[in-house]
């Protein structure tokens, strides 16, 4: 079993849709969590922390939920530059790595 | 401030040949990372480094793979002698001890093993 899940997708949606990604992990001592986005041909890059409270950044909310090991992003108002590759990832502190997940295809049509 | 700077960006070459891929970090940035991601195998750690000194290895997929790192300033990834399976995208990625779990990677280098 692959440390963190994610459904490959890909996940195809109108512009102005909202779109959800899960994904979970199975080490219980992850202690950070993060979505990286990466565009085709492009490297990853930070797209947003998840916190226990749940947070937003604009028209993007995570939540982490630590019993289920279960993280979640939600995409609201979908553009067409949202296509991107979402990544799921998780720190460990031991050992300072970042483990991700495969990632979760997103296209955004008009 | 430049990014994660990384070269070649292409590389193509032949079963059995020698190839090192170059990485410049963030300046200021304490570690760097070294990374390949494959269709079948995603985003997978080779390595990283401290201050210059290899912490953890245990990705590196065998004696075929090294990488060193003589300054602050540069990394290198040596594969010899490249076989097919090493066809790849490798990205370096570094961060600074304050936000270890935040991670700025280069563009890297696509790699093809003929």
């Known amino acids: 079993r692959k440390e963190v899940e994610q459904d490959p997708g890909p996940f195809n949606v109108p512009e102005g849709a909202t779109v959800a990604f899960n994904c979970t992990y199975s080490?219980?001592?992850?202690?950070?969590f993060f979505w990286y986005r990466q565009d085709c041909r492009k490297e990853p890059k930070l797209l947003m922390s998840v916190y226990s409270s749940g947070n937003e950044d604009g028209r993007f909310t995570a939540q982490l939920n630590r019993a289920s090991q279960y993280i979640s992003l939600l995409i609201r108002d979908s553009k067409l530059s949202d296509s991107a590759t979402y990544l799921c990832?998780?720190?460990?502190?031991?050992?300072?790595?970042?483990?991700f997940g495969a990632g979760t295809i997103l296209r955004v049509k008009s | 401030d430049a990014g994660v700077i990384q070269s070649p960006r292409h590389e193509v070459t032949e079963m059995g040949q020698e190839v090192t891929l170059r990485c410049k970090p963030i300046s200021g940035h304490d570690y760097l990372f070294w990374y390949r991601q494959t269709m079948m195998r995603g985003l997978e750690l080779l390595i990283y480094?401290?201050?210059?000194?290899?912490?953890?290895d245990s990705g590196m997929p065998e004696d075929r793979f090294s990488a060193k790192m003589p300054n602050a300033s540069f990394s290198t990834l040596k594969i010899q002698p490249s076989e097919p399976r090493d066809s790849a995208v490798y990205f370096c990625?570094?961060?600074?001890?304050?936000?270890?779990?935040?991670?700025?990677f280069g563009p890297g280098t696509r790699l093809l093993v003929l």
């Open positions: 480094f401290n201050n210059n000194v290899p912490i953890d």
């Open positions: 990625a570094s961060s600074n001890r304050d936000r270890q779990e935040t991670q700025y």
């Open positions: 080490n219980s001592a992850s202690q950070s």
């Open positions: 990832v998780v720190h460990r502190e031991y050992g300072n790595k970042l483990v």
